[in-house]
């Protein structure tokens, strides 16, 4: 069974651009979430998308945005970019409903690097 | 402010020393806890989890972790660890009142010397 995968691996952009980072979740998965894992700190929650609705959302601005498509992939993207959006972004998917009850299969993420 | 602290960020064991990776986190309302495991060069992946009831929950590879209510934490422990189980660990906690987000801890890197 495929994981969940994300491209892509590396994406290096400069002050001011836009980026979009994609997943796949596993077949059989409604969910995705979004997280962003800077150097030193934990992941941080971004997004949850479910049935193609964005159902919450963490503490970010709203240059950070994205959708979730019928096929239930994912794009994540960061418009305006600044210097410190440069980190890990993790994806992961999982079981429709309550993420409460069903376990999230992370993908590898997506090295974005902001010049 | 919701929030999940791991007290250790870099552990440094022998092999066959026993294992506690502490959890704690400020929340109300009901809460489901998860130990991730990320170790080098692999994705994250589930270690346990509580729903609810016995709240000494076993998970895989030896891991267990004790819910303690009282103290709002949830510690990781392993009675032996191998060289194997150098990674980094994450707790995360997801509470009813937050929306269902899920909210994760800074993560404890743990390296085991053969």
């Known amino acids: 069974e495929a994981g969940v995968t994300q491209s892509p691996t590396h994406l290096i952009k400069t002050r001011g651009q836009q980026a979009t980072l994609r997943c796949s979740p596993i077949?059989?998965?409604?969910?995705v979430y979004w997280y962003q894992q800077a150097l030193g700190l934990g992941l941080q929650f971004l997004l949850w998308?479910?049935?193609?609705?964005?159902?919450n959302r963490g503490n970010f601005p709203p240059r950070f945005s994205g959708r979730q498509f019928p096929n239930y992939s994912s794009e994540l993207n960061v418009n305006a970019l600044e210097l410190e959006d440069s980190a890990l972004y993790l994806c992961?998917?999982?079981?429709?409903?309550?993420?409460?009850?069903?376990?999230?299969?992370f993908g590898p993420g997506t090295r974005l690097t902001v010049l | 402010a919701q929030s999940v602290s791991q007290h250790n960020h870099h552990v440094i064991l022998s092999e066959a020393a026993s294992l506690e990776l502490g959890c704690n986190y400020s929340?109300?309302?009901?809460?489901?806890l998860f130990w991730y495991v990320q170790y080098p060069g692999q994705h994250l992946q589930l270690l346990l989890k509580?729903?609810?009831?016995?709240?000494l929950v076993k998970g895989i590879k030896g891991f267990e972790a004790e819910f303690i209510k009282s103290k709002f934490s949830f510690n990781l422990r392993k009675p032996s660890v191998q060289w194997s189980d150098t990674a980094e660990y994450f707790c995360?906690?997801?509470?009813?009142?937050?929306?269902?987000?899920?909210?994760f801890g800074a993560g404890t890197r743990l390296f085991v010397k053969a």
């Open positions: 992961a998917s999982s079981l429709w409903g309550n993420p409460s009850y069903n376990e999230q299969f």
């Open positions: 077949s059989g998965h409604t969910s």
């Open positions: 998308y479910d049935e193609g609705e964005e159902r």
């Open positions: 929340y109300g309302g009901t809460v489901n």
């Open positions: 509580y729903f609810s009831g016995d709240p």
């Open positions: 995360a906690v997801i509470s009813n009142t937050g929306g269902f987000k899920t909210i």
